[in-house]
């Protein structure tokens, strides 16, 4: 039997949800990718951890809710895509890289690597909101996300591939808040 896959990422908030499903919507992004991400599952991955076996689950819970940094506002910005051919692999809202998510982004990294997590390209905060083109046409999405919501957690998500929504928030740590050392 093969183990469970994990991620750990900052969640959107429901009341930002629809904000981005609006988006994908007025892109159309149904009509060009085969995954349009359900809303329940946006969020900002700061690492893919991969396989992770049940033994390992609770030192890796333990290791992140040790983690202690303030809260802060994520920010998008803009649709970007990535891939270099005719039509982007991957569409998303773009997030504004801010200090404390960059050293949120460290601190997770460095545990996760030790449960054998790989870069395979530098670290791009972003929301994906569709994946996998069912079209060969060239198209490029553009235009504004611009939205920012509080960042108070962050989570550890297990994934369940073919369901929809695919990911499930099995464990949440808390950010400091404002004023708390």
């Not at 890796?60 to 940094?69: F, P, T, Y």
Request: a negative charge.
């Amino acid at each position: 039997m093969s183990n469970a896959h994990y991620f750990v990422g900052i969640q959107v908030p429901t009341e930002k949800q629809e904000f981005y499903q609006n988006i994908q919507n007025e892109l159309e992004l149904g009509d060009y990718y085969r995954r349009v991400t359900h809303p329940a599952d946006l969020h900002c991955t700061l690492s893919f951890i991969g396989e992770v076996r049940e033994d390992q689950l609770q030192w890796l819970k333990e290791e992140l809710s040790q983690i202690q940094l303030p809260g802060f506002t994520m920010r998008t910005t803009s649709i970007k895509g990535f891939g270099s051919g005719k039509v982007p692999r991957v569409v998303y809202a773009e997030v504004e890289n801010a200090e404390t998510l960059s050293h949120l982004e460290q601190a997770v990294w460095t545990i996760t690597e030790q449960l054998g997590a790989d870069r395979k390209s530098p670290y791009v905060p972003h929301i994906t909101l569709a994946k996998r083109a069912k079209v060969q046409d060239a198209i490029i999405f553009t235009g504004a996300a611009e939205a920012d919501f509080h960042v108070t957690s962050f989570q550890l998500f297990q994934v369940h591939k073919g369901q929809s929504p695919s990911y499930e928030v099995i464990a949440t740590f808390a950010l400091r808040s404002e004023g708390e050392k």
